[in-house]
Each structure stands twice: as C-alpha cells, then as structure tokens.
C-alpha cells in the first residue's frame, strides 16, 4: 500500500492553515502565530540569526521582535500532505525593499483536537526552518 499524497481535503486544510501564518506573520498577529506552533519542548525554529528549540523560545521570539518591515511576497510556494496528518509547506520569498531571496520550510502535523484544540482542525507547526540566500559577489576585475 502507497502513503496517499495531497488527498483534497487535508491539502485544503494545510493551504489554509500556510495562508492563516503568512496573514498572521506580515500582520504580526503574534497569537495566531502562537497557536499554530504546537506548544512543545519538541518543536523547534531555525531563523536567518536564531536558533529557537521549544515553543517557549519561539514565543519570546515572537514577542519580541519588531513589527516593522514584515511585509514579503512569496513564490514557488508548495504544500505537499502526506496521507491525512503530515505536510510540508515550503516557499520563497522577498520582503519589500529588498533584493535578497528568503526560503522558508515547515512541518506540518495534525494533532488530535482534544490535545490542541480546534483552531485549523488541528494542524500546527512542528519545526520550521528559514533562511536568505547569499548573493555570490561579483568577480574582481582586474585594471587595465
């Protein structure tokens, strides 16, 4: 038997969940950002200048960090559901003003509602993972 990949409803509920992150991020909804980690020692964030193990640290992460320039366009944005209960959500990005191409990747896994509660039926965040490409430097020239 074959793992089903991207059933329709479990890839909706993901895509809605990514969406719900991206509004809450840009916007600096630090609660929603909150609830879609899962509240773990286990979870875990690796930022462009941060290593963040447990929710606890992503949420002081959250808090305090400025609210200013958060605003990013994404692309080659994939989701991809792994029979009903896991997913990967990967895209990149380029925040406004800037040239430099953020990736960023998550882990998606669908908890009982009983144990998270029923806000996006129950999917959250178990390790994410972002980054900025460096931009190769221009080759030296030599003077003629």
């Known amino acids: 038997m074959t793992m089903p ?21 840009v916007g600096n909804d630090v609660a929603l950002l909150d609830l879609l980690f899962w509240n773990s020692p286990h ?18 992460f959250r808090a305090g960090r400025s609210p200013a320039g958060l605003a990013r366009s994404l692309r080659n944005t994939v989701i ?17 003003g800037s040239t430099a191409i953020g990736r960023q990747s998550q882990c998606w896994i669908r908890f009982p509602v009983a144990e998270v509660g029923e ?19 221009a080759p030296a020239t030599r003077g003629r």
């Open 43 to 60: 979870t875990l964030r690796y930022g462009v200048t941060e290593n963040l193990y447990g929710w606890e640290a992503i949420a002081a």
């Open 5 to 25: 990949i991207n059933l329709p409803g479990p890839l909706a509920e993901v895509r809605e969940a990514f969406a719900a992150y991206e509004r809450a991020l």
């Open 80 to 96: 991809t559901t792994f029979g009903t209960d896991a997913a990967t959500a990967n895209t990149e990005f380029v925040r406004d």
């Open 119 to 137: 806000a996006f039926r129950g999917w959250r965040i178990v390790a994410a993972h972002v980054s900025l490409l460096v931009e190769p430097e």
